[in-house]
């Protein structure tokens, strides 16, 4: 089964590049483009896309909104924001709003399916360099308070050494092969303790661990 994908961004020409680079994909179809936040919605409701490709800043009613309504009403739609830049000050928004991750527009077709992939399958991007600008943009008191409920080390002292390192990897935007790779284990059990993270963490989802570790002073990378 293909992944459904829905774009949307307000110009024509950045739906028509996306297209292009995912045309070639059998196992990725779009199933619809939508120029707004509104007809995101609509779009969703009626095609019920696996990923939305999400750009930020449109008229009428903006990514960001169209996020929070989206993730809200169809949880198993999982979105993807579109930046112009890294240092774009809504992407911080983009989180709280419940984006799965955040992808510049100047994104390579590989860099791109991957993420697409990646976020189907349950798992986030988040590269580095947004994370930290986005926390840099952020009041410190706004990401302890709505992202993270008790942002403290106490929340982490109850992991073990190895969920430590793999709380710390996915801080600095791994995917679950990639610390696979570092600490010589099998992708399934990378994806097990990222559970076990989730669970014990209370946390939503990975882009929260991300947060998490930032504000319990497990990444200092700032």
Do not use: C, W
Request: proline share 5%.
């Amino acid at each position: 089964m293909s992944i459904r994908v829905l774009l949307v961004d307000d110009h024509e020409l950045t739906r028509m590049g996306f297209t292009m680079m995912l045309t070639p994909q059998p196992d990725i179809s779009i199933v619809a483009e939508a120029a707004n936040g509104a007809e995101a919605l609509e779009m969703t409701a009626q095609h019920h896309p696996d990923v939305i490709l999400m750009d930020i800043r449109m008229p009428g009613l903006d990514g960001i909104e169209a996020t929070r309504a989206i993730t809200a009403a169809h949880p198993t739609s999982r979105v993807l924001i579109l930046t112009t830049f890294d240092l774009d000050e809504y992407a911080f928004d983009g989180l709280q709003a419940g984006a799965s991750g955040f992808l510049l527009k100047d994104v390579t077709p590989a860099q791109l399916v991957s993420a697409i992939y990646a976020v189907h399958d349950g798992d986030a991007v988040v590269t580095p360099r947004i994370t930290r600008r986005m926390l840099e943009l952020a009041p410190p008191a706004t990401v302890q308070t709505t992202i993270v409920e008790h942002p403290d080390k106490t929340r982490v002292e109850g992991l073990t050494e190895r969920e430590l390192e793999i709380l710390t990897a996915i801080a600095e935007g791994l995917t679950n092969g990639e610390i696979a790779d570092r600490y010589t284990l099998a992708v399934t059990t990378v994806k097990t303790y990222v559970g076990r993270l989730l669970t014990k963490l209370d946390a939503r989802d990975r882009v929260e661990l991300v947060i998490l570790a930032y504000n319990s002073g497990i990444t200092t990378d700032r």
